[in-house]
């Protein structure tokens, strides 16, 4: 009969603390949402894990970032127990959705905390580049972002640029050195991308380097 009523008070005990964790969660998610910086840092002083993903595997930082819930990403960042490398269920990165967003002071925070700009596959790069964020792209090629950088199917930051960004993020890519010659596993090149978007300013940057490289046979996209 003991034996009975402590298993029966384990089991109450543990449907609490689950019960607890799970309105903790709610709490944690609601903040970001609302960018309640204040919910947040007491839910991180109540020891509440600021790596907490919700039920897609979003992390919370993550979703912060894309809510554009800043005052609450800038308080997760201050949480030593931050692991800044946790990533969603599509294998982006906190950094990756902040070089998107083109929020350059929270790239600098992330980098700072050892975030990985050289990230295999998708890289940060590669969405600052589709953002046209020229000030995140120079920060990630500051601090050694690889400048041709290839997606699981072999797309270049630079083809992002020409596809999606802007012609002053191709001239900054170019400029730094990027290949133009690259093609992906379609076999489509920066000016393959640029002409399918219908973006000439970036089809005629892409075509002038092309020419220079081929008149000077010096380095690949130097101007």
Do not use: C
């Not at 903040?31 to 897609?56: C, H, W, Y």
């Amino acid at each position: 009969m003991i034996r009975i009523l402590r298993q029966g008070a384990a089991a109450v005990t543990i449907a609490m603390l689950a019960g607890t964790a799970l309105a903790d969660s709610g709490a944690f998610f609601r903040a970001i949402k609302q960018d309640n910086a204040v919910a947040m840092r007491n839910l991180l002083s109540s020891g509440f894990d600021p790596n907490t993903k919700d039920e897609k595997g979003v992390p919370g930082l993550y979703m912060a970032l894309q809510e554009g819930s800043l005052r609450v990403a800038s308080q997760l960042l201050e949480s030593p127990r931050l692991k800044p490398e946790t990533r969603n269920a599509a294998d982006e990165s906190p950094l990756m959705m902040a070089a998107l967003k083109g929020h350059a002071d929270l790239v600098k925070r992330l980098i700072a905390r050892d975030a990985d700009v050289n990230k295999t596959g998708w890289a940060p790069l590669h969405y600052a580049a589709t953002g046209g964020h020229l000030e995140v792209m120079q920060i990630l090629l500051d601090h050694h972002a690889f400048i041709d950088a290839q997606s699981p199917n072999g797309t270049t930051p630079l083809m992002m640029a020409a596809s999606y960004g802007t012609p002053e993020a191709v001239k900054l890519l170019i400029e730094a050195g990027a290949d133009v010659h690259m093609r992906n596993q379609k076999g489509m090149s920066a000016l393959d991308f640029a002409r399918r978007a219908e973006r000439p300013d970036s089809v005629e940057l892409i075509e002038t380097a092309l020419r220079w490289a081929q008149q000077k046979q010096g380095p690949r996209g130097q101007w």
